[in-house]
């Protein structure tokens, strides 16, 4: 029989208080500093990003996505050290459960990963590491080699079959066959790849502190500017203003697009369309999952990221505009007046990823026969939750799908301001490559250089 272990986390004057208080953000895109050169700093020179600026002569291996020290290769989903590798799988096979002495705020780099066990393991999560991982063990006939900047993969080769833990009979199943007297097992199997691929849990809603995206713009160097020259100032002002909010929620949002790719991996057929399709149905239909993901932390007024992030309906104007906003805002509210239960959320987000209707599919036949499996087992999974109106709540689904059908869309159509302004934008590799946002050739160039770069979150 297992039980449960409760670690309180400690703390010790040999690493300064500044380690653990909260850094609002870890560098903007104004400084012109990347995200990797300023955890570089923060973690002293211990190896983090030593191969990240321009100039060097040798290949930096790849830093661990939860701690910043030197990774030994791919674990539980992450590129990882040996030492958050242990750390993980002893937390997941003991089922320990930490506490933070200081509201879950701690940093965590090297110099200091041993500190705070809540936050380690919160860190390993937010990334996206996989408890399913740690279960089932390691998967067979994978090459044990350390990741290189020079065999970082893009999101097109991730979406090979190497990362799923086949599951016998159901996995191999035609979709017709598929749809016929396996709701219950296909249920178990979404509901699983939801829980081992999703940071946005009611678990974390009750433990998170948020906060506030605050930005600030100097004015002062354009006073008594006018004429031609302050229209200009003003329009670049309100350009950096926007850059800035993009960079934080693309920062943010980044994490769970590696979550949804192994989520829709896991789906059963998911792995056996074409290529081509899964790319259209993960790029077309991330935003529609995280939306309705996020709704367990945000509130009526705000959208709340997996780190405790908020941010306002006012920001979100700026971001997109006023009338999305307010959309955004309200499917939160819709979603959150449903009180979805955690199997009606996996059931429900699968739906929304195998959609058929999506432009440019070369088997929207297929996709429609697995996505109807998906839909059966929803009503098996509503009708056995006990609700007086079955009926009822089916349709508040169906509604809930089209709004957030028409907020995808739009979102896709808002993302043109992103396209045509890539080049003052600050953004992970791995979020414009999900939205086909344009890079230069530098920052190509030094994406592949950069031991850290986002896109290899998706190997394996």
Not at 121 to 149: H, I, Q, T, W
């Amino acid at each position: 029989m297992s039980c449960s272990v409760l670690v309180e986390a400690t703390s010790s004057s040999n690493i300064e208080d500044d380690l653990y208080t909260f850094k609002e953000e870890p560098c903007s895109p104004l400084s012109g500093n990347s995200p990797e050169q300023q955890f570089a700093a923060d973690s002293a020179g211990a190896g983090a990003g030593a191969g990240a600026g321009a100039g060097t002569g040798g290949k930096a291996a790849a830093p661990c996505k939860v701690c910043g020290d030197k990774a030994s290769g791919y674990h539980y989903g992450v590129t990882s050290c040996e030492g958050c590798k242990g750390f993980f799988r002893r937390s997941i096979q003991k089922q320990i459960e930490y506490r933070c002495l200081r509201d879950g705020k701690c940093i965590v780099i090297r110099l200091n990963r041993n500190r705070c066990q809540f936050c380690r393991f919160k860190k390993c999560l937010a990334v996206g590491m996989s408890r399913d991982s740690v279960r089932y063990g390691r998967v067979p006939k994978r090459p044990r080699e350390v990741v290189s900047n020079d065999s970082m993969p893009d999101l097109a080769r991730n979406l090979s079959s190497s990362g799923i833990i086949p599951i016998p009979g159901i996995e191999d199943m035609d979709p017709e066959t598929l749809r016929h007297g396996v709701a219950k097992e296909l249920i178990k199997m979404v509901s699983a790849a939801h829980r081992g691929n999703n940071t946005y849990t009611e678990e974390l809603r009750r433990t998170l502190h948020h906060h506030t995206i605050m930005l600030k713009i100097d004015d002062s160097d354009n006073e008594g500017s006018g004429g031609e020259e302050a229209a200009s100032s003003t329009t670049d002002r309100v350009t950096d203003v926007r850059s800035v909010l993009w960079y934080n929620v693309a920062l943010r949002m980044t994490p769970a697009v590696q979550q949804v790719v192994e989520f829709a991996k896991r789906l059963p057929g998911f792995h056996t369309l074409p290529q081509d399709d899964q790319l259209i149905l993960i790029k077309l239909g991330f935003f529609e999952v995280w939306l309705t993901r996020v709704t367990r932390l945000s509130t009526s007024d705000c959208i709340v990221f997996d780190d405790g992030t908020a941010i306002s309906q006012s920001q979100l104007d700026i971001v997109y505009d006023a009338p999305f906003a307010t959309a955004m805002l309200t499917y939160v509210r819709t979603v959150v007046k449903m009180q979805m239960s955690e199997e009606e959320m996996a059931i429900y987000t699968g739906t929304l990823l195998l959609c058929p209707q999506r432009s440019g599919l070369s088997d929207p036949d297929r996709i429609d026969t697995l996505h109807r499996a998906v839909g059966d087992a929803f009503q098996h999974v509503v009708i056995g939750s006990g609700v007086a109106d079955v009926a009822g709540r089916l349709e508040a689904f169906a509604a809930a799908t089209r709004d957030v059908r028409t907020l995808g869309t739009r979102h896709n159509e808002l993302l043109a301001w992103c396209r045509d302004h890539w080049p003052r934008l600050v953004l992970p590799a791995l979020f414009s490559e999900i939205f086909d946002i344009p890079k230069s050739e530098e920052d190509d160039v030094t994406d592949s250089e950069r031991a850290s770069a986002p896109v290899s979150q998706l190997q394996g």
